[in-house]
């Protein structure tokens, strides 16, 4: 015989919340659990064999940080909720929960959504200079602007530098029509978008002007030292290894950097090895210097996006071993 158990939540607000749009997290729950979720009124009504029943009213329990203050909870928040109890990380988890990274000038709270992010954003507030590889959409370059901008807002650093290699263009950008900025910026919006969510876009185009935000392709890098400024380089795997080490030369005093990519997503001739495999193989021992692993199940955009990463990986992985490819160890 099943076991049936009822969940009072405190106001209509809060049980929104916990079910989500049209209780796509009641499903999500009864996917994980086995259980069957109800909802009536402000009451989740769980029903199915005691463990069950038990391990449901633990993920309601432990995502009771978000729905008590009626936020929005999402599929990682509780596969993140179910891999802590999983591995017996409950302490951990109050931790991810409570830890606000920033807060955007919307007054949204950001948060690391996995225990990986957070070891993520603890590696850059650590060290000097941090990788992070890993698939679209795990919040490699979104997390790094937060606390780039987090920094310079709190006079941490003089200056923030953002930067990519423009690729598809050549690098040449001459065939873009426009000034620099005009040319590059195609290549900068995911970390203009960043810039948004922390700034009002007036600033930004005056702090831009004053030298204090630079955003510009990674050419425009040499020759430079880069002293107490924080510097962000996206999409490193489409760098060159002579331009991944002319980068990195550039850390001058009191300054940080963190160096962004996905090894699978290379836009560089077949020929042309990635810069970012390089400094992996050759930097992964150096003191000072962090590497972070991203997955699949760091990815925190529309759950369908996880979806197909996964699909892809599971395509590629067979073509990868008739060939011989081995991806470098993290």
């Not at 009451?43 to 995502?63: D, F, M, W």
């Not at 930067?163 to 065939?175: C, D, H, I, N, S």
């Not at 331009?243 to 850390?251: D, E, F, G, H, Y």
Request: aromatic content about 6%; some cysteine; charged content about 25%.
């Amino acid at each position: 015989m099943g076991t049936t158990l009822t969940i009072d939540l405190p106001t209509p607000a809060s049980a929104i919340a916990l079910a989500g749009p049209q209780e796509s997290n009641l499903k999500y729950l009864s996917q994980q659990t086995g259980a069957s979720l109800v909802l009536r009124g402000q009451s989740v009504l769980i029903t199915g064999t005691e463990n069950q029943v038990e391990l449901t009213q633990r993920l309601i329990r432990s995502l009771e940080p978000y729905w008590s203050q009626d936020k929005p909870i999402t599929e990682v928040d509780i596969q993140t909720v179910r891999h802590a109890i999983n591995t017996h990380r409950e302490d951990d988890l109050e931790m991810l929960q409570r830890d606000v990274i920033v807060r955007t000038r919307k007054g949204e709270e950001i948060r690391a959504k996995t225990f990986k992010q957070r070891q993520y954003i603890e590696s850059i507030r650590k060290n000097d200079l941090t990788f992070c590889i890993g698939p679209a959409g795990t919040g490699k370059t979104y997390l790094a602007a937060m606390v780039a901008v987090q920094a310079l807002l709190a006079n941490q650093v003089e200056r923030l530098i953002l930067t990519r290699p423009a690729v598809e263009a050549g690098e040449k950008l001459g065939f873009l029509p426009g000034d620099l900025q005009q040319k590059v910026n195609p290549y900068l919006r995911p970390l203009y978008d960043a810039l948004y969510e922390m700034i009002e876009p007036e600033k930004i185009a005056n702090l831009m002007e004053r030298g204090i935000i630079e955003v510009a392709p990674i050419a425009y890098m040499r020759g430079r030292t880069l002293n107490n400024a924080f510097v962000i380089l996206d999409e490193a795997q489409n760098t060159t290894p002579a331009q991944m080490k002319m980068v990195l030369t550039r850390i001058g005093f009191r300054s940080r950097m963190v160096v962004t990519g996905d090894i699978t997503q290379t836009d560089l001739p077949s020929y042309q090895e990635s810069g970012l495999a390089v400094a992996q193989r050759i930097l992964k021992n150096v003191d000072g210097i962090a590497f972070c692993q991203l997955t699949k199940a760091d990815v925190v955009r529309n759950p369908l996006v996880q979806r197909i990463v996964a699909a892809y990986e599971s395509f590629e992985q067979p073509q990868k071993e008739q060939r011989g490819d081995r991806a470098p160890s993290p």
